[in-house]
């Protein structure tokens, strides 16, 4: 049998990570890197580093000789990088710049792992061509990594994901397993009705970052096939409880006070994706999934 080849994958013990790895252990050997929390899955190798250490990436990279590499890890909630934008600074932009820097030097595949809200929200929906434009700290960190991965590794794939739901490792909480907790317990949630986004399940993401990394080289938006918003997305998943969607409670951006701003709709236009193969499962089918495997 042949040996598989090797993929590193950092953030491994991360909502999408954990994904990434689930998809990759089948096709390739995963050293699957985390910070505190030691992936559980079987299949993979766990490494356990401080990507913030300058000496970790280097150390990794010549020890492991991966052909690939994912980097998922990053500090990804708007809240806390606006309250701490020089400590989250580090994981969102310095890491990825230099991992891609290191990646091209050894002439590794490179993906990095990106977000739809690197747009404003504005000017919707956007496609690859469309030039982000920050709104918040983390909008802006994650822009500015998108250029220094480029900049440093011209043939890397940065995935512009959107708003992803499933089941998350370990009981970690998520938007979407939040959501789902108060619709099964008919608790009280306040959703938008004026924040649009084109949803995709964590599988499908995965599946799509593991297809063309070191195939696509550029930006490339990975986003579902359904736009609505966050209220709508819950009454589809109450739908998909068999239940009415009696605990929504659909509230405007405009009166919800925030120490951040936030984008209307950063819905991705993906049909060059789509046109290369990605085919994320159906909004209404990946809801039924997540709810069957939260029973």
Known sequence: MAQKPKLLITGASGFLGHALCAAAR???????????????????TPVQ????????????????????AIHAAAAAQVGACQADPMGTEKINVTVPARLAELCAAREIDLAFTSTDLV????????????????FCVYSDQKGRA??????????????????????????????????LAAIRHN?????????FRTPVDTASAAQGVLAFVGKVHGPLHLGGRTRLSRYELGCRMAGALGLAPTMLRPVSMAVVALPYGRAPDCSLDSRRAYGLGYDPTPLDAALRQMVTQAA
């Open 119 to 134: 747009f404003d929200g504005r000017r919707a929906p956007y496609d690859e061509s469309s030039p982000p434009v920050p």
């Open 26 to 44: 089948r096709h390739w050997s995963v050293a699957a890197v985390y910070r505190r929390q030691r992936p559980r899955l079987p299949g993979i």
């Open 146 to 179: 998108e250029a220094a991965v480029l900049a440093h590794h011209p043939r890397a794939l940065v995935a512009r994901l959107p708003l992803l739901f499933g089941l998350a490792p370990n009981a970690q909480s998520n938007f979407g397993v939040r959501m």
């Open 49 to 68: 580093a401080d990507l913030a250490d300058p000496a970790a990436l280097p150390e990794l990279l010549d020890r492991l000789r991966p052909r690939a």
């Open 187 to 195: 608790q009280p949630i306040e959703l938008f009705v004026d924040e």
